[in-house]
């Protein structure tokens, strides 16, 4: 049983009140600035709109929360491997998990844990709610928020299962993966669940995706709504990363071929125009609205990350936890990173003789960066990925070129054949998603022993410290783990 369980029943809260706690509102329909609703009852939580929607203002505003997807998540993924050098040996910053020495005790890796099945609770309330409340609301609002929350679960178990459980990869999924929750949590009842296997929860993932793609509009009114509120587009996109952690590089391609055109210059073909920005540094710079962030998680000063989760202050002179690893197994000592390379030059600098560190997030605080969750980089690599593994060579270095050249317009790739192109297309993902927490996971989903820097090894997949352990939290209060 997860301490959000837990607490409800020592606590006695309503559940949709609950489902409301740290939720948001906003005339604009973004969730920018927090508002408590916590004296929303369940009698009243769907009685207008506006009630409706800060109720999915608040599950958005649930899972980019500092301690998940909108901090710590992303900065244990990508200081797990080679990438970064500890700074500081702070123990409050990762650095156990730096050194790969992660304990299920630790109460920072129990936060990502609880911090998604709190969403994920918040969720199933929510959608109990829509449906038991079905006559008080527009059809086609109820329809678009069903989807809407149904991605979000998607992307928190997605989350989850990478870190929690062992990559599908190695063996089918048939290893334990996550307890499984889709209904609505208000006592202590359901307390013993076992874990699903991670193929049960992929599927899961899966399904409520198809479900959210089917509900979700195709666009909406303005660049801001576009990026930071789901829409087909998005739905689709997550499909391609999953389905790529799974191994099925045709679903991938098929996925992919709905919001990628077959040919260069590449853009979506339908709904959202997604494409690449020509200047990779405005993607990361205000307004953080362009048709390249397809999920942007949106950050003000009334609801920062919070202290010691922010992007800025791990990578950049916020407090410069981290440094990039300069020598040796690190991407920015790879030859192949060219120093022309825009994303080499004008998104890492050098902070006096404390070390090179990125540039994609501000080190001002309070830290009010958008959190990228999803750009259209991404999904290019994502299909170049599949291309190469099943389908066509010449289409996976095209997209593989488009990505590159965008930041470094002279480098020359050659002729390259399956295996070097797989290799030169997970090297640009080290290069293009860097500091954006996508290195372990990669190394993950293709059963690869990571090349830990803090722990100075290679950890091993048959390794107890390749994957997070259940936190102990978890463990004491639900038995049937």
């Known amino acids: 049983m997860n301490s959000l369980i837990k607490d409800i029943s020592r606590t006695k809260i309503s559940a949709l009140a609950l489902a409301l706690l740290m939720s948001v509102s906003s005339c604009n329909d973004s969730f920018l600035e927090a508002v408590p609703e916590t004296d929303l009852s369940d009698v009243s939580a769907f009685d207008t709109p506006a009630r409706v929607l800060s109720q999915v203002n608040g599950i958005y505003g649930s899972v980019k929360n500092g301690n998940f997807l909108g901090g710590r998540y992303l900065v244990y993924n990508d200081i797990r491997a080679e990438e970064f050098v500890n700074r500081t040996t702070n123990s409050v910053t990762g650095y156990s998990v730096y050194q790969g020495n992660q304990d299920p005790a630790d109460t920072y890796v129990a936060a990502f844990w609880n911090q998604g099945y709190l969403s994920i609770n918040r969720i199933n309330l929510f959608l109990e709610g829509l449906t038991a409340n079905s006559s008080k609301i527009d059809a086609t609002l109820a329809t678009q928020y069903a989807g809407e929350v149904k991605f979000i679960r998607a992307l928190t178990y997605f989350s989850l299962v990478q870190i929690f459980a062992k990559p599908y990869a190695l063996d089918n999924g048939a290893s334990p993966g996550l307890p499984l929750r889709l209904t609505g949590e208000i006592s202590g009842a359901n307390a013993q669940l076992k874990r699903s296997t991670v193929a049960q929860v992929y599927d899961q993932i899966l399904k ?60 979506s073909p339908n709904r959202v125009a997604h494409e690449l920005q ?41 407090n410069l936890e981290y440094v990039l690893n300069t020598a040796g197994s690190g991407i920015y000592a790879n030859t192949k990173w060219s120093e022309t390379d825009d994303r080499r030059a004008k998104l890492t600098a050098q902070y006096t ?81 860097l500091a954006e927490g996508f290195r372990t996971n990669d190394i993950l989903r293709r059963g690869q022993p990571i090349n830990s820097f803090g722990a100075g090894a290679l950890i091993q997949p048959t390794s107890d410290r390749y994957f997070f352990g259940i936190p102990l939290t978890e463990q004491q209060t639900n038995p049937g783990l």
């Open 208 to 267: 409520d995706l198809n479900e959210a793609e089917a509900g979700l509009p195709d666009t909406y009114a303005t660049p801001l709504l576009r990026t930071t509120r789901a829409h087909k587009n998005t739905a689709i996109a997550l499909k391609t990363r999953v389905l790529l952690a799974k191994g099925d590089y045709a679903g991938v391609i098929t996925e992919g071929n709905k919001i990628v055109s077959a040919t260069a210059p590449f853009k």
């Open 278 to 318: 020509a200047d990779v540094v405005s993607v990361f710079r205000t307004p953080y609205t362009s048709n390249e962030s397809i999920l942007s998680f949106p950050m003000a000063d009334t609801n920062a990350p919070g202290t010691q989760n922010q992007l800025g202050y791990y990578f950049n002179f916020g």
């Open 353 to 433: 003789t404390l070390g090179r560190h990125p540039l994609k997030f501000s080190g001002v605080s309070p830290f009010t960066d958008y959190v990228p969750s999803i750009r259209y980089a991404e999904i290019l690599l994502n299909v170049a990925e599949a291309e190469a593994e099943t389908g066509s060579l010449v289409r996976a270095q095209a997209l593989l070129e488009a990505v590159r050249l965008r930041s470094d317009a002279t480098y020359k790739f050659g002729t390259l054949d399956k295996a070097g192109l797989i290799e030169a297309i997970l090297l640009e993902r080290r290069i293009e998603l």
